[in-house]
């Protein structure tokens, strides 16, 4: 039955807002293959459809029986004989031993992978294939793509600029080269074993992605350096580009008889841990970002894998993230803290990289753990206060000093009456996390993808891109490499599907984020208001249990109940029964009356925030032209904290000190509070 209800919703997959592209930015012109040249698909940015079947791994094993195929249980992955290797291998290779099983079938997905001809496809092509199989891939199974021949090109000529640091003729370059990328340490030997060379056109290092069996060359990372104040920052340019970049760096110097790997977030890291531990070592292409599950199969034959992402709290939780995909039980992890610096940092402060690893945290907990397996955690959450507190707004300073910032695992819910604004706000507050790398999934039922991505691109923008169409290709390549991605569903929805989607963007896209705009279209058609609350409580348990599970953020917007005209709107505004409220870790609402005068403007109140109960109001200005909403800049009005969501002002704080830890906090650091005031008299 469940199957059947299953297979009954057209859960569509979901895609990044993508066009083609064929400049690659941040690369010298010289190196570009002739003048600039761009082909474009018919609309501008296509949000696409692709019809998938959620499949689970008790299904892909019925499945795998039923045919007669042998399989093996991997960690992330079953290992099964591959039917893309010619049909006598096939039935050769079922008689045989384990190492000849290369199709590898993801467990959550059903996508496959043959590492020995490289084919690969979803379970639907891969039942395809099976079920018309007689000789080899049948139509519907797709081969992997070599890089596209402008890329290979470019590619190509990129890799033969370069040479090796210590073939440069000048040695102060090659000086200067290694200590900008704190390589003094890192000796030719090891920089010849990974194929690292230099292009001195750029001054960057270039990392290259070999195909497997080191046969020919699939991309490249070229890694600049630019001097930022005391420090330096490095700059990643990919090709192809970061989407499709999956290169595992260090792979082709993996053994298959390896159990253990060091996994890095950078390739330098990597460098460095190989060279002072001897161990095997990979460095993860996207870093910190996301471990794509095209890369599962090339990690299945390691029994431990040890996470070294960094020294901070977003590389702890990124491992963390990464470990559940690669089954938690055979990982550690290396806590970040003073004296576990990332690898590179701790050759260069000739500490011992082998005793760091030693002390590598497993990252499986049973389920009722004691304190002493959390308090590493709970160390890690007090040496790093700020990043615990989440990823911070640039542009609402206001709602970093009430929210503190943006956090995993949090359910917020966002009211205000109808056409005020809610949608194109809360496309700038996701927008804003979504350009400092939270990856966002956004589900538009109410208005459609390339409506919310014309607003979006504008608001990224900050201006009217009717008026500057030249610069549109410009903000539109900055645009596409945002880590954002856009369900396909229009109009009413199961929130089955949803939900299925959402996990399907969670372990592919590695999502954080999910904007659900709105809640009524998941409702159905019930008729009655009994049932519609019940539909709702039900609804909004269903997504607070998934930001729980998925340590994803959702971000879901609900319509206000029917108020008067002039009340102002109150947590208990929000449609449906209290659960919506009780159930969240933070309740927005966007004003847009009685606070304010003038038209455009609105305030945003903060009535519920469960992190540290700052609750307060602070205004908006809209900008019509770029469709943004900022603080105004001379406003004499600005952010309060309130006593309680009643609207109960609280007296006129001479200090601004932060009342933080408790629900009633009140401060106002506003010099005109009354401007601000609001509305008492609605408050009940
Ligand atoms: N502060 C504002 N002042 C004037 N116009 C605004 C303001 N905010 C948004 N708009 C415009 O109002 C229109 C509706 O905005 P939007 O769709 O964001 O509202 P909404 O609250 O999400 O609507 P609904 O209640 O239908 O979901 C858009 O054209 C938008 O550009």
Redesign the pocket.
């Known amino acids: 039955m469940w199957l059947l209800l299953r297979r009954a919703y057209p859960v569509r997959i979901l895609l990044p807002l993508r066009g083609e592209w064929v400049g690659r930015r941040g690369l010298p012109r010289s190196l570009a293959p002739g003048p600039p040249r761009r082909r474009y698909r018919k609309e501008a940015l296509p949000a696409l459809e692709m019809p998938v079947s959620p499949v689970t791994t008790s299904e892909i094993r019925q499945y795998l029986r039923a045919h007669g195929i042998p399989f093996q249980d991997g960690h992330s992955c079953l290992r099964a004989p591959s039917p893309f290797v010619g049909s006598s291998d096939f039935n050769n290779q079922k008689k045989d031993s384990t190492a000849s099983f290369c199709l590898f079938i993801d467990k959550t997905t059903g996508h496959f992978l043959c590492m020995t001809s490289l084919a690969e496809g979803s379970w639907e092509d891969f039942q395809a294939s099976v079920e018309g199989r007689g000789d080899g891939p049948k139509e519907g199974v797709l081969l992997t793509e070599g890089p596209e021949a402008e890329d290979r090109e470019q590619v190509l000529r990129i890799w033969n600029r370069a040479v090796p640091l210590w073939e440069l003729p000048d040695p102060e370059e090659a000086k200067l080269a290694r200590v900008m990328f704190g390589l003094t340490k890192v000796t030719d030997d090891t920089l010849k074993k990974f194929s690292v060379r230099y292009l001195r056109s750029t001054r960057s290092l270039v990392f290259p992605w070999f195909t497997p069996g080191a046969s020919g060359l699939r991309g490249l990372k070229l890694l600049g350096a630019e001097g930022q104040g005391d420090g330096v920052q490095y700059v990643e340019t990919t090709i192809p580009r970061p989407g499709a970049y999956h290169n595992l760096f260090g792979l082709p110097l993996i053994s298959r008889r390896d159990a253990e790997v060091v996994l890095t977030s950078r390739e330098l890291d990597s460098l460095a841990l190989s060279q002072s531990t001897g161990l095997p070592t990979l460095s993860l292409p996207r870093g910190t970002v996301c471990l794509p599950p095209a890369l599962l199969p090339y990690l299945e034959q390691f029994r431990r894998i040890v996470f070294w992402l960094g020294d901070d709290l977003r590389a702890w939780e990124a491992a963390k993230l990464f470990a559940r995909k690669l089954n938690p039980k055979r990982c550690s992890l290396v806590r970040p803290g003073n004296q576990q610096p990332r690898p590179l940092e701790a050759l260069n402060q000739s500490l011992s990289l082998s005793r760091i690893l030693r002390t590598a945290l497993p990252a499986w907990h049973k389920s009722i753990v004691s304190f002493r397996q959390l308090r590493e955690e709970v160390l890690g959450e007090l040496l790093n206060v700020e990043q615990a507190a989440g990823v911070r707004w640039s542009r609402f300073p206001d709602l970093n000093r009430l929210l503190k910032g943006h956090r995993k695992g949090e359910l917020t819910v966002f009211t ?12 700038e507050y996701a927008l804003d996390l979504c350009t400092q790398g939270v990856n966002t999934l956004w589900g538009s039922f ?2 459609s993808n390339v409506r919310l991505a014309r ?1 979006m691109l504008t608001q990224f923008a900050v201006a009217r891109l009717e008026e500057q169409l030249d610069k549109y290709d410009e903000w539109a390549d900055r645009f596409e490499d945002l880590p954002l991605y856009f369900m396909t569903f229009h109009g009413q929805q199961s929130i089955r599907s949803v939900i299925d989607t959402m996990q399907h963007a969670v372990y592919v896209y590695d999502v954080c984020h999910v904007v659900i ?2 809640l009524q279209f998941m409702m159905g058609h019930e008729q009655l208001s009994t049932d519609r609350i019940a539909a709702q409580d039900y609804i909004v348990g269903a997504f607070r249990k998934f930001a729980t599970d998925n340590s994803c953020h959702v971000t879901l ?1 609900i ?1 206000p109940r029917k108020e008067d005209d002039d009340k102002e709107l109150q947590t208990a505004s929000i449609f449906g029964s209290a659960k919506a409220s009780q159930e969240a870790d933070n309740v927005l609402i ?1 004003q ?1 009356r009685k606070l304010v005068t003038g ?4 305030y945003l109140q903060v009535s519920k925030n469960r992190f540290d109960g700052d609750v307060g109001v602070f205004p ?3 900008n ?1 032209g770029s ?1 943004t ?1 900022s603080i105004p800049p001379k406003s004499k009005a600005r952010l309060k904290k309130i006593k309680d969501d009643n609207g109960l002002v609280a007296k006129k704080s001479s200090s601004g000190k932060k009342g933080a830890g408790h629900q009633n906090s009140e401060t106002c650091l506003g010099q005109d509070p009354s401007s601000f005031q609001p509305d008492t008299k609605s408050s009940g």
């Open positions: 205000g009456p109808t056409g005020s604004g809610k949608t194109t706000f809360i496309s109410e208005i607003v705009d709105n917007v319509h966007l847009d038209p455009g403007k609105r908006l200005e809209f019509k469709l909403f």
